[in-house]
Each structure stands twice: as C-alpha cells, then as structure tokens.
C-alpha cells in the first residue's frame, strides 16, 4: 500500500518564514500554482466539485438591500427548550427543516469559534507571534461579540512534543519571544446573568482555535492512533492528542497541558455554579483543529464530570479517533453536532492517501479508511444553496468558518432554497477568504489592520507600537477573576 | 527582424478583475511563476540581477535605532544656489558626490510623485476607481506632504485613444462609474510664500502619475514614433504621446486632453507671479509612465514659455523618444535628471525584443535600438549601497519609488558606502514591496487601508463608505480657487 501523504503534503503547502499580522496574509503565502492543482485532484476524487450548473445569477435571486436591517432576529427564550437544542435527543426532528432557535445557537457558537481566529496574532515579526492581541477583559469587546451575553473566564495555552510541530505558529524573534513552545489555543467563558436566563441555564463554552487552512499539520498526522482513556480500545489520532496532552516544565505556558488548564477552569466554574443551585451545561466548540481539540476535551470532561449535559458543536472537523471511541463518547452521552460544508475538504480526513505511481489521490483500500470514524449528528449545508457564493472550487473558502456560519444562516432544510429572511451581515463571508459573487462588491479577503499594524510616531516614522501591558500574555495563575480568590 | 515584443506581454502580465483598493492588492494579481521566470531571464540578460557576494549583515554595518529621531534635516535656505540645484548647469559636479541640498530636492520631488499612487483609488468594485481618493484641498495633508510647503492648485485628468489602454484602471461599475474614459494622472502644486522664499523662486510643480509596475500598457508600446513639434524630426512613442494629448467631447473629465489642461494652468500660475514681479520655475516630475509623460510636458511647455526655468526630475523613466526628440529638448533649454536605480528593468524600455525562436530576451540589433534615447543627466544609484535591503531579483521593488528614495537617501557618491547619516523613514521603502531586509522587521506592502476600507454602520453591518461630497471628482472648470477667479 502506497505510504499515507496527506493533503498538506503533496500541495506543497509550505510553512514560510513570512511576515503577517493577519489571517489574510497568512493564507495568501500558503498557495501555489501546484498546489491548486492537486488540490483540484482532490477534490474531483472526493467529488467535491461543483459540476458546471450554470450559477444562478443575482439577479434572478430575491436580492434586497439590507444595509439598514439589524444581522439578527430578536432573542428569544428558549428556557423550557434548551436541553433539546443542547442535543439532548441528537437533535432529532431539528435538523432538517433546521429548527429556528438552533439555527442561533450553532451561529452563537461559530462566531466564539470565529474569535480565536479574529483575535490571534499571526505576525511572526511580532514578538508575541502566537498569542491573543487581546487580554480576556477586552476579548469580546474588541470582536464585536458583548451581544451574545458571555464573560471570558480563562485562556489556555497549547504545545506540542512531537518535533517541529507545524500548526505552531511562532515568532521569529526566538530570543525575545513571549514563547518558544505555546501558542494561545482558546478559551472558557460562561453566560452571564441575562444571558443565563434566557437560555434556561448556565453555560460554560470552551472553544479551541483550529487552523484556518489544511495545512502543514496534516503532514503530521501519522495515521498513528494513541489510546486515550482507561480501556485502551478507543484511539485518537496521536497529533491532537500530542496538543490536548504536551506540557512541559521547561516552558512559561505549559507547565500544565492545555487538558489540564481547561479541566481545571471547567471543574471549578460547574462547582461554583452547582453550588449556587444553579443548571449547569457544557458546550465544547471549534473549527477544523479546533473541533477535533473539542472532542478530546469532550470526553475528558464527560469522564471527570458524569451528569453534566456535554455538547460539541464543530465545524469543519476532521475525523478524531476509531469505532470505540465514537462509541464511549456515545456511552457517556457527549452529544456532537458536526456542522459540515458538503464541498469543504477537511471533514473527509484523513481516509485519503496519495498514490505515487498514479500521482493522484485514491481512497485508501485497507484498514485506515475503516479505523477513522465520525461522531454524532450531522448538518450538512452545500454551496450551491447559497446564491451568494461563487461556486468554482476554493479549497480555503470552502473550510471558511465564515461560509459555514452565511449558509447556516440561509439553510432551512435539505430540499428549500436559501432563506429569503437571512440577515446575517453578507460581508462577513469574505473576511478572509474569496467566496462572495462578485456582484455584491465586497473585496476578498478584507479583514486586516490599517497598514498592518504600523502607526506613526511623534517623528512620523512609520513603527509598531507596543502592546499595552494589559494585553501581555500572563501565564502566572491566569488569575481566576470571574468568582476566582485571586486577583 | 522578429517582432518586438514587450516585456509584458511575455510576462503575461494580464489584466485580472480584481477588486483591490490599495497599491498593494492590486500588485499582488499582476504577478505569476511564468512572469517571475521570464523576467529572471530578462533580468540576467540586462546584467540586472545581482551576483551571489554575500550580503552583508546588517549586524556588521552600524545600524543605529533611529525611531526617535526626526526623518530629515533641517530645511535650509538655498534661494542663492536655486539655479544650480535647479540643473542650470546640468548638475554638473552637484552629483558625484551628490550634494546635500540636491539630495534633498529630489527626495521633494520623489514624494510627490509617490503621492500620486498613494492617493489613487485602484479598487474596481468602486464607482470612483482610477479617480483621485481626496480633493486637491486636503490630498497634501492625507497624505502628510504639508511639510513641503507646497498647495495643490489643479488635478490632471487623462484618457487614451487606443483600443482598449490597458493602462487605464477602470471601475468594473460601468454605468455608474464616475468615468468610463479618464484617469486621475496628477497635479499641479505650487509652493506657498515661506517655501518660495527658501527656495528662491515661486516654484511650480507638476506631478505625473504612472504605473506601479512594468505592466500590460507596455505591450501597447507599439514601437511606433509619432512626430511631435512643428520641424516632423522630433519623435516620441505614440502610446505616451496618446494618454498626453487624447480628448473626446464624449467623455466628462476629457474635452481637454492632459496636456491641455496642464498647460492652461502652467501659464496661468506663470503669468500670475509674474505680474507680482516673482521669478517662476517649473518642475516636472514622474515615476515609471509618469517619468515619459513628464518629458513630453516638458517638450510643450518649453515651446509655450519659452525662458522659463523647466527641469524634469524622473525616477525608473522608460525611454522616450528618438535623437531628435532628445536634442530639442535640449536646445529648448529643457534640464532633465533622471534618477536611475542600476537593477530596475524599466528605465532600459524600449529597446529590447522576445526572440520567438530563441524564446529569449535579445538586444534588437537593428534600427529600434538606435532609435530610442534617453535625455539629460543620470543620477544612478545601487540595490548592492544599501545594507538595508534584500538583494535578491525583485521586480516590482527596484522599480518602486520608495526604494528609489532610499537610495537617493543614503547616496553620497559612487565610491562610498551607504551614508550613515541617512535619516529617512526606512519603514517606507516597503510600503507597496518586498526589499526591506527582515532583520528590520517591518512588514511587506504595508500600505494599506484597515478592512480594504469597510466599515460597520449603525447596525453593525460592514459597509463601503461613500465618498465625502468634497471628494468626489469634479471636471467642470476644476475651479480655479488658487488665486483664481471661479469658486
């Protein structure tokens, strides 16, 4: 059998030692002409294309102006409903049509996805390459996302054992580097007192950052599946395992695992709002990496807290673990909804391997393809719903969190078009990737800081300012202010 | 003989639909593998590329941290040595050594052709694409020129008469569009009272703007000379010749042709200080395309007034015209410097053919290469001077202006290194490239606007401003406010 590549791998997606501060930038020095072209392979082998239907034109489409409309129905309550739209009954009868206050949910939960992305320092001329521009007082307020009435409680940090870990982003400044070894991997946050209300409980999320594109990683996915858990029969994937699991004394960030730094924050807060006899949930989230990082969290926190209703909402996930690791998730009654974009190719890995003699990519014929297994419930939204979206193949805009969350937002079910009352802000779609139709004027790739972060000093000279103190990365404690006893 | 061919069309330099609002953008879809390939080829053919001596370490040079110190020396009085300056001499002795005072001129005049991209709207998803992003009020403070101490008194409006002028940018909005026809080509500025009495005269300024990079226009370079002047024996190239001299009673912002509008201001501004008793100079100045346009201004304006002082300072200026051309220019009293960087392609056009059968770039042997002369004095300055910047082959930045500045800034003489005392911004040099070496850790093309210019309205949707009514182009009379009579 032809030895297991992965994607990464033969689209020669290379880490460069680039400058960035942006996702945009980011991506932009990921891609080559070689690349699109196995990546176009690929995809026809996984039938991802888009066959040539003709694109609908706008035109065609009910398309109104809604620049002066609000993004979002009103909030309702759903306290007498959440435990179904938490997954209690899978999401049975939910699903498709695709139940109203579901819909807001998964969107609440990508856009906290979204976050680790929006607010992450990708400038590897920047000192703190790898960390969060922002410190977890301002973290909401800087992206927008107070309206969804949650308060950041921790961040947590993540490294690697294997060597040269790839989905590491570092700074090429080694010596003055906030970290040689961590990178800033997510975050715990809990409804507030309103928010609480409306939604019959109170909710701890933790979501973990993923990586924006299949990238280097992959290469390093062995195929080598780790057991995790106390029988030895369910594996996962040895990678994710490595960045749930790594810790080190020899570094600042992780002296504890990020396991343990979330373990820890998710343990104390249902303790401390169990004793205010208050109803306590679980919602993991995350996209790409970061939803396969949420099911390793998953089943962590379903064995050290039985009871508690557990929820994974990802998005673009790749496949974890094998067959009894599905089927302990199941057994502890983590509930998983994998939102999924049917053209989008991460959720089909691994299961692929590429053949050297035929240089093209061939389902795998033995036993891997067998070992590698999805969990829970499935929401599969397709590109071709969506009359805003271009349709010709983008292996990056089909991953897009953003492209997930616009055609969740338009999906009512699996055999009606678009919603005509979808609100959500379009624009969002090409915040960092190149999706939207052309007609609607909005330029790819658009989220970026003015001049990349440089301003102008009392001279003129064009530097980078320094971060406040107050968004320095502080791995000491990470004071437990939300009820915490430190300060 | 084979067919000429320009550097372009074998670059494939094609103009894409892209949306792009910045310098930047717009750069980053002009450029593929295959053009990279044959502009190497190019490159070492014109003994441009820069051999393997090792490039000195910025740590080996002293290197001072200059952030806090101003970006350039004092303004000092030159009104007794304006002439000199000025090229009445035609710089002799004032280059090699550079002279401080000159050095400080050009940099002047560099700045302000580099305005012209700075403030030009390249975004084709918006109704004002190829107009000017500011009134001629306010273009000098965006853009932080008021140091100068010039006033801008007139914009430039320019179209072309060949088939489809790829050089023109266009709004992909045609029906609204606010031309169809015409581009932003520059200004005329003046220096106000405090700048005049430094300097010794009133000095007027005109500013071409030209293209960023070697670009589709030059396979519009049809070889083809058209006279120009009264005697037939003086010739120019006839795409330059077109974007100078075409109007059309259908367009807007062209009833008069560029050089219509120029020289009915020129002699406006002439007539109006000197009938206050002042002396009067003229500065014509260019980058890229901008540097050709700027000659041909110059050739009319010497013709219309006669005596008055004409320089032309160009930077990476293409050739222009045939012998004749360059000696009336030279009997007119026309002084031309231009500044030259030794490893920018563009200043060697035309003059060069793809050899179809060869598939290489040879040197024409027969009558063309003889026909196309440069003019007047070279300053001529080396990527290798500076320890600055990256040596390796890079197109697009040895002919950007930035870089062009840099090199003025630090040249002392052909035999000395780099200047210490060197001041200006060094950020700069990669505002719209790749040059800086990383050492310096300032981002690539930077320059850029936050969100491609988005912003959130009231309902927190992202949105495309629209222009400030003061900014939107206005072609009627171009009011003459600058001691003019119309409002």
């Not at 996984?46 to 489409?61: D, E, F, P, T």
């Not at 320092?121 to 007082?137: L, Q």
């Amino acid at each position: 059998m032809a030895t297991t590549e992965t994607i990464h791998h033969h689209l020669h997606l290379h880490r460069h030692h680039d400058h960035h501060n942006t996702i945009n930038t980011h991506l932009k020095q990921k891609t080559s002409t070689k690349s699109t072209r196995l990546a176009k392979s690929l995809s026809n082998l996984l039938h991802l294309h888009i066959q040539g239907s003709a694109q609908k034109s706008l035109s065609n489409v009910r398309f109104e102006e809604k620049k002066d409309t609000p993004t979002t129905s009103p909030k309702e309550d759903i306290s007498d409903k959440w435990r179904d739209m938490h997954g209690s009954s899978d999401w049975n009868n939910l699903l498709d049509p695709l139940h109203p206050l579901l819909r807001r949910e998964i969107i609440k939960y990508g856009e906290f996805s979204q976050a680790t992305y929006d607010a992450f320092d990708f400038d590897s001329f920047s000192k703190y390459c790898g960390s969060c521009r922002y410190n977890r007082h301002n973290l909401f307020e800087k992206l927008g996302l107070n309206k969804h009435g949650y308060i950041v409680s921790k961040y947590i940090y993540a490294m690697s054992s294997m060597k040269v870990p790839r989905w590491l982003e570092k700074s090429r400044l080694l010596e003055n580097a906030w970290s040689k070894d961590s990178n800033w991997m997510g975050y715990v946050a809990v409804s507030d007192d309103e928010e609480s209300k409306r939604i019959g409980r109170r909710d701890i999320v933790v979501a973990w950052r993923g990586t924006v594109a299949p990238s280097e990683w992959y290469e390093d996915l062995k195929r080598k599946l780790d057991p995790i858990g106390p029988h030895g029969e369910a594996k996962v994937e040895h990678g994710f395992l490595s960045i749930y699991t790594s810790k080190s004394d020899a570094t600042r960030y992780n002296k504890s695992s990020a396991s343990e730094q979330v373990m820890d924050e998710v343990k104390r807060l249902v303790q401390f709002y169990k004793e205010k006899g208050e109803e306590v949930s679980l919602a993991i989230t995350g996209h790409s990496l970061g939803g396969a990082l949420a099911l390793l969290n998953a089943y962590e926190a379903a064995s050290a807290l039985p009871g508690l209703p557990i929820s994974v909402i990802s998005f673009g996930a790749p496949r974890v673990g094998n067959i009894a690791f599905r089927d302990e998730l199941h057994q502890k009654g983590v509930k998983t909804l994998r939102v999924v974009v049917k053209q989008d190719v991460v959720p089909r890995m691994p299961g692929i391997v590429f053949n050297e003699a035929l240089q093209r990519f061939v389902y795998i014929t033995g036993s891997l393809e067998w070992v590698y297994h999805h969990v829970g419930a499935e929401l599969k939204v397709d590109v071709r719903s969506s009359p805003y979206l271009k349709h010709r193949f983008n292996l990056l805009g089909f991953h897009s969190v953003e492209t997930y969350l616009h055609l969740v937002d338009g999906f009512h079910s699996s055999s009606s078009v678009f919603r005509s009352e979808a609100r959500r802000d379009l624009a969002l779609v090409n915040k960092a990737c190149d999706m939207l139709v052309d007609e609607l004027r909005i330029p790819q790739s658009w989220y970026q800081l003015a001049n990349k972060g440089l301003e102008r000093n009392a001279h003129g000279r064009w530097v980078k300012p320094k971060r406040d103190p107050e968004d320095i990365p502080s791995p000491i404690g990470e004071e437990h202010t939300l009820h915490g006893t430190d300060s």
